[in-house]
């Protein structure tokens, strides 16, 4: 059935683009009469399309809502009527308008059009003048919300994707940092922007996400966590294999360190591939803070990942299956608070992880002023009320809370999701085979991490294959004299950060006096 | 699709399968922490379960049940007959045994504790004086819980070293390996307290003597090394010289505290056989008794010599009393076996060899930082 249907999509495909390329090579027709028909057929007699003749031979056209009527009126009819135009070049040269082009086809003036251009058409020439004004329709720059920082840049990206690229470009002024564009989406055209280093990311890379991008046959991408789901390695799995960011300041960085970063126009986040599991579990601020901070933090943070997968599932397993493994100190008051609770320990589990689920889900959901007051109620009330009703053991509730709040320390959202969401799976193997089976689950779970790719390279880079020289920045952070080597999963152009430096410049100095 | 229907079947199985694990929730098992374990009438067994469980009123309670039967699970499966919750054995803190049992043979104790998977290999070992009933079900004042109770005493004076470490781990060692004998502490109600009185010396699996508490120092000394605890000795007030201490006393009592010992053996004898036994013991005194300046140099050497004499004549009277009831606690024939080429030891050569054996004491004692204790 699905074959089928996609199949007919298609032919129609097929059908439609047939009839574009036949529009594209129709040229601008010389008469404004005939123009002004073309282009008003083309937006099939849109109510927003104002067609604005200027006696004696020149026409406007625009859609009323795209351009900036300010400057319309000030930078191009004032200066349009202050003196006859004679050709279109004419034109070019006396309009204050920074971005002036000429078009000779129908099909590129039409589209000019959609991007906020003013098409404006001299009587008797072959073609048509095109002003961009685009509606400066984007909201400041503000503070990063969801990966917020200490220290480092509080700056965030928003929807404006000439905005991001700018603020990249103020990062890395580099002029081999190069802007590729691209436009998905049949319907939405939306604009994509891929941002690389020439001479520093892999060529190889580029070209494959180039391509990957180029290939889609889709009406629209609305957002870059679509984009993502689209182009990345393996669609099906629960891990991400491209990391999404809102921070300019890690595009920044991770461009630095060869890799791709793609921007889509009306998304305030950037997408960023190739990107390794470890990686999702570093924040930019650990390069921020000095090296052993850096590293107790990620270990506190790669150990916050492994309790908040396994606690709650060793709860489980321990208490219906080896009971022999509780310590004999926590025997006892394990036994007691468990003694009033009605459920096996699965159930008892399974029940206060998805109370904690839903508490989290409607405190993302709701305002944030109410959303505060539904974390306290739901988390204390409910706590404290499940315990005394006897549903749940005291030392399952520190548990799941415990484990809650590590999956939160990821810098990732996306990855802490899944984080929390494994959990699951693990809990009810953990009910049904005790040890064996959360065993089994990290079998599998460690068998799928290892086939992932991510543009390519391996996922469980650099631990498989093991490169030793990324292990300097990987769940520890040493010095920067000894990490200057770029991540060899993004198979630089050139490998070196900079040159590697003394580890203390001053000795050396004194030495050579 | 092949694939998938494939993944489809085995989840099915799985989680069908899933059913069949046998579950031990926590709550609803009653978890043995101790097991004395009693000579009864035809050569039989009577074992002293101490069974905790839970109660409703968030209280736990703990019941003792004795059953007699033919063989230990055999009592085991009778126990669990009288018990409110299905019994198990994860829990398992120690394993008494009374004296009249002991001398009939604990080997088979140890070899089905050793075949369950669920028992600790640090489960603690002791034989009681007495049989372990009346141990286990008097009650006492002060003891709220005797299994833990027993278990934690155990476990204290072995961390300090004041008794020989009788976990399951090392006593199936001694009684797998040949040419070594079990050694295992002694314990008895004293009044309202349960106290170590001593230790229990094995042939093979069968009790065949016993020393007092104090000389399980000794025997500690001679098996392995040490490094905490204390000891009070008894010199001879003859034995020190006169420029030590004018008009010595018959006898001076002094505590000393092995900070380091490190024990040396030496074969050079291949025939009779003859050990030479190094023990060098870096300690420090504690308390003594008569007013000895330590911190003089000459007298310290004077002490150190009367320790070493005592110590060695100590030791020699200790080994030579193993060698008496042929209890290789030391494990001599495992160091003979280890260090002589081809020498295919069996248990049995190596017991007639053990009465001929010889052991030349050599103690290097040593007093270092007389200042400060804890």
Same mark, same amino acid.
């Given at each position: 059935?699905?074959?089928?249907?996609?199949?007919?999509?298609?032919?129609?495909?097929?059908?439609?683009?047939?009839?574009?390329?036949?529009?594209?090579?129709?040229?601008?027709?010389?008469?404004?009469?005939?123009?002004?028909?073309?282009?008003?057929?083309?937006?099939?007699?849109?109510?927003?399309?104002?067609?604005?003749?200027?006696?004696?031979?020149?026409?406007?056209?625009?859609?009323?809502?795209?351009?900036?009527?300010?400057?319309?009126?000030?930078?191009?009819?004032?200066?349009?009527?202050?003196?006859?135009?004679?050709?279109?070049?004419?034109?070019?040269?006396?309009?204050?308008?920074?971005?002036?082009?000429?078009?000779?086809?129908?099909?590129?003036?039409?589209?000019?059009?959609?991007?906020?251009?003013?098409?404006?058409?001299?009587?008797?020439?072959?073609?048509?003048?095109?002003?961009?004004?685009?509606?400066?329709?984007?909201?400041?720059?503000?503070?990063?919300?969801?990966?917020?920082?200490?220290?480092?840049?509080?700056?965030?990206?928003?929807?404006?994707?000439?905005?991001?690229?700018?603020?990249?470009?103020?990062?890395?002024?580099?002029?081999?940092?190069?802007?590729?564009?691209?436009?998905?989406?049949?319907?939405?055209?939306?604009?994509?922007?891929?941002?690389?280093?020439?001479?520093?990311?892999?060529?190889?890379?580029?070209?494959?996400?180039?391509?990957?991008?180029?290939?889609?046959?889709?009406?629209?991408?609305?957002?870059?966590?679509?984009?993502?789901?689209?182009?990345?390695?393996?669609?099906?799995?629960?891990?991400?294999?491209?990391?999404?960011?809102?921070?300019?300041?890690?595009?920044?960085?991770?461009?630095?360190?060869?890799?791709?970063?793609?921007?889509?126009?009306?998304?305030?986040?950037?997408?960023?591939?190739?990107?390794?599991?470890?990686?999702?579990?570093?924040?930019?601020?650990?390069?921020?803070?000095?090296?052993?901070?850096?590293?107790?933090?990620?270990?506190?943070?790669?150990?916050?990942?492994?309790?908040?997968?396994?606690?709650?599932?060793?709860?489980?397993?321990?208490?219906?299956?080896?009971?022999?493994?509780?310590?004999?100190?926590?025997?006892?008051?394990?036994?007691?608070?468990?003694?009033?609770?009605?459920?096996?320990?699965?159930?008892?589990?399974?029940?206060?992880?998805?109370?904690?689920?839903?508490?989290?889900?409607?405190?993302?959901?709701?305002?944030?002023?109410?959303?505060?007051?539904?974390?306290?109620?739901?988390?204390?009330?409910?706590?404290?009320?499940?315990?005394?009703?006897?549903?749940?053991?005291?030392?399952?509730?520190?548990?799941?809370?415990?484990?809650?709040?590590?999956?939160?320390?990821?810098?990732?959202?996306?990855?802490?999701?899944?984080?929390?969401?494994?959990?699951?799976?693990?809990?009810?193997?953990?009910?049904?085979?005790?040890?064996?089976?959360?065993?089994?689950?990290?079998?599998?779970?460690?068998?799928?991490?290892?086939?992932?790719?991510?543009?390519?390279?391996?996922?469980?880079?650099?631990?498989?294959?093991?490169?030793?020289?990324?292990?300097?920045?990987?769940?520890?952070?040493?010095?920067?004299?000894?990490?200057?080597?770029?991540?060899?999963?993004?198979?630089?152009?050139?490998?070196?950060?900079?040159?590697?430096?003394?580890?203390?410049?001053?000795?050396?100095?004194?030495?050579?006096? | 699709?092949?694939?998938?229907?494939?993944?489809?079947?085995?989840?099915?199985?799985?989680?069908?399968?899933?059913?069949?694990?046998?579950?031990?929730?926590?709550?609803?098992?009653?978890?043995?922490?101790?097991?004395?374990?009693?000579?009864?009438?035809?050569?039989?067994?009577?074992?002293?379960?101490?069974?905790?469980?839970?109660?409703?009123?968030?209280?736990?309670?703990?019941?003792?049940?004795?059953?007699?039967?033919?063989?230990?699970?055999?009592?085991?499966?009778?126990?669990?007959?009288? *018990?409110?919750?299905?019994?198990?054995?994860?829990?398992?803190?120690?394993?008494?045994?009374?004296?009249?049992?002991?001398?009939?043979?604990?080997?088979?104790?140890?070899?089905?504790?050793?075949?369950?998977?669920?028992?600790?290999?640090?489960?603690?070992?002791?034989?009681?004086?007495?049989?372990?009933?009346?141990?286990?079900?008097?009650?006492?004042?002060?003891?709220?819980?005797?299994?833990?109770?027993?278990?934690?005493?155990?476990?204290?004076?072995?961390?300090?070293?004041?008794?020989?470490?009788?976990?399951?781990?090392?006593?199936?060692?001694?009684?797998?390996?040949?040419?070594?004998?079990?050694?295992?502490?002694?314990?008895?109600?004293?009044?309202?307290?349960?106290?170590?009185?001593?230790?229990?010396?094995?042939?093979?699996?069968?009790?065949?003597?016993?020393?007092?508490?104090?000389?399980?120092?000794?025997?500690?000394?001679?098996?392995?090394?040490?490094?905490?605890?204390?000891?009070?000795?008894?010199?001879?007030?003859?034995?020190?010289?006169?420029?030590?201490?004018?008009?010595?006393?018959?006898?001076?009592?002094?505590?000393?505290?092995?900070?380091?010992?490190?024990?040396?053996?030496?074969?050079?004898?291949?025939?009779?056989?003859?050990?030479?036994?190094?023990?060098?013991?870096? *300690?420090?005194?504690?308390?003594?008794?008569?007013?000895?300046?330590?911190?003089? *140099?000459?007298?310290?050497?004077?002490?150190?010599?009367?320790?070493?004499?005592?110590?060695?004549?100590?030791?020699?009277?200790?080994?030579?009393?193993?060698?008496?009831?042929?209890?290789?606690?030391?494990?001599?024939?495992?160091?003979?076996?280890?260090?002589?080429?081809?020498?295919?030891?069996?248990?049995?050569?190596?017991?007639?060899?053990?009465?001929?054996?010889?052991?030349?004491?050599?103690?290097?004692?040593?007093?270092?930082?007389?200042?400060?204790?804890?």
């Amino acid at each position: 059935m699905f074959k089928r249907k996609s199949k007919s999509s298609s032919n129609e495909n097929q059908a439609s683009m047939d009839s574009e390329d036949a529009g594209e090579a129709v040229s601008v027709p010389t008469v404004g009469a005939d123009f002004i028909r073309m282009v008003s057929d083309a937006v099939h007699h849109t109510a927003d399309l104002v067609v604005k003749p200027i006696p004696p031979n020149l026409t406007l056209i625009y859609i009323d809502n795209l351009v900036d009527t300010v400057t319309l009126n000030k930078h191009i009819l004032e200066e349009l009527l202050e003196q006859p135009i004679e050709s279109p070049e004419n034109i070019v040269s006396i309009l204050s308008v920074p971005q002036v082009k000429f078009a000779q086809k129908n099909r590129e003036s039409v589209e000019a059009m959609m991007d906020g251009c003013v098409l404006i058409h001299v009587e008797g020439y072959a073609q048509v003048v095109l002003a961009l004004i685009p509606t400066p329709e984007s909201r400041q720059v503000s503070a990063p919300e969801n990966e917020s920082q200490v220290i480092g840049a509080q700056i965030a990206f928003n929807e404006s994707l000439s905005r991001n690229v700018s603020l990249i470009r103020r990062y890395i002024k580099n002029p081999s940092l190069c802007k590729e564009d691209l436009e998905v989406g049949k319907q939405s055209k939306t604009s994509i922007a891929m941002l690389y280093i020439k001479d520093v990311a892999s060529d190889q890379m580029v070209t494959t996400l180039r391509q990957r991008i180029a290939d889609l046959q889709i009406d629209s991408v609305l957002d870059s966590s679509i984009l993502e789901q689209l182009i990345d390695d393996n669609s099906l799995s629960i891990f991400p294999q491209m990391l999404l960011t809102e921070r300019p300041d890690k595009v920044s960085a991770e461009i630095l360190n060869g890799k791709i970063a793609v921007i889509v126009d009306g998304s305030a986040l950037a997408i960023i591939s190739p990107h390794s599991f470890i990686e999702f579990f570093q924040s930019q601020e650990d390069q921020n803070l000095r090296w052993q901070t850096a590293t107790f933090l990620r270990l506190l943070r790669f150990g916050a990942v492994v309790l908040s997968v396994f606690l709650t599932p060793l709860y489980v397993a321990a208490l219906t299956f080896h009971y022999e493994v509780i310590p004999q100190t926590l025997l006892v008051p394990l036994s007691e608070s468990r003694a009033l609770v009605p459920f096996p320990p699965l159930l008892e589990a399974l029940l206060i992880e998805l109370i904690i689920e839903l508490l989290r889900e409607a405190g993302v959901r709701l305002p944030t002023k109410v959303g505060q007051t539904i974390g306290i109620v739901g988390g204390i009330v409910i706590g404290t009320a499940a315990v005394q009703a006897g549903i749940t053991s005291n030392i399952l509730i520190i548990i799941v809370a415990l484990g809650a709040l590590s999956s939160f320390t990821t810098p990732s959202y996306m990855m802490g999701n899944v984080i929390r969401i494994i959990r699951f799976p693990l809990i009810l193997l953990a009910g049904l085979w005790g040890f064996y089976g959360i065993m089994l689950g990290f079998c599998f779970i460690l068998v799928h991490l290892l086939r992932q790719t991510s543009l390519g390279s391996p996922y469980m880079a650099p631990f498989y294959p093991p490169r030793l020289i990324d292990w300097r920045d990987s769940i520890v952070r040493l010095p920067l004299p000894f990490t200057f080597k770029r991540p060899t999963n993004t198979r630089p152009e050139d490998e070196d950060k900079y040159k590697p430096e003394p580890v203390n410049p001053e000795k050396n100095e004194q030495k050579v006096k | 699709m092949k694939q998938f229907y494939f993944f489809v079947v085995l989840l099915v199985v799985s989680v069908g399968l899933g059913g069949c694990a046998e579950t031990k929730i926590l709550e609803e098992v009653g978890l043995t922490t101790l097991v004395g374990y009693d000579l009864a009438k035809e050569d039989g067994v009577e074992s002293t379960a101490i069974i905790r469980q839970v109660g409703t009123e968030l209280q736990s309670k703990v019941s003792i049940i004795t059953a007699e039967n033919a063989t230990i699970q055999g009592t085991r499966a009778k126990v669990n007959r009288r *018990a409110a919750e299905k019994l198990e054995s994860g829990q398992l803190r120690g394993v008494l045994f009374g004296d009249e049992f002991a001398k009939k043979g604990i080997g088979h104790s140890i070899d089905t504790s050793l075949k369950n998977p669920a028992i600790s290999e640090g489960m603690l070992l002791a034989v009681v004086e007495g049989d372990t009933k009346s141990l286990l079900e008097y009650e006492y004042p002060s003891i709220d819980e005797i299994g833990q109770h027993i278990h934690k005493l155990l476990d204290q004076n072995i961390k300090s070293e004041q008794v020989i470490s009788s976990t399951l781990h090392e006593v199936s060692y001694d009684y797998y390996a040949v040419g070594r004998d079990i050694a295992l502490p002694i314990i008895k109600r004293d009044e309202e307290l349960v106290d170590i009185s001593g230790i229990a010396l094995f042939k093979k699996d069968k009790m065949v003597g016993t020393l007092l508490v104090d000389d399980s120092f000794y025997v500690k000394l001679s098996r392995d090394d040490y490094h905490n605890g204390t000891h009070e000795l008894k010199v001879k007030g003859d034995e020190l010289s006169s420029t030590l201490l004018k008009d010595p006393p018959d006898e001076i009592s002094l505590v000393f505290d092995p900070i380091k010992t490190h024990r040396n053996l030496k074969l050079v004898d291949l025939k009779q056989p003859e050990f030479d036994m190094n023990i060098s013991i870096q *300690a420090r005194i504690l308390e003594i008794k008569d007013n000895i300046n330590i911190g003089d *140099a000459k007298s310290a050497e004077e002490l150190e010599k009367a320790i070493s004499k005592k110590l060695k004549s100590e030791i020699s009277r200790v080994i030579a009393y193993c060698q008496e009831i042929g209890s290789d606690v030391f494990g001599y024939g495992e160091y003979y076996r280890s260090s002589v080429r081809n020498s295919e030891l069996t248990e049995e050569k190596w017991r007639e060899m053990y009465k001929e054996m010889k052991v030349n004491v050599n103690i290097d004692f040593t007093l270092i930082r007389s200042g400060v204790f804890e």
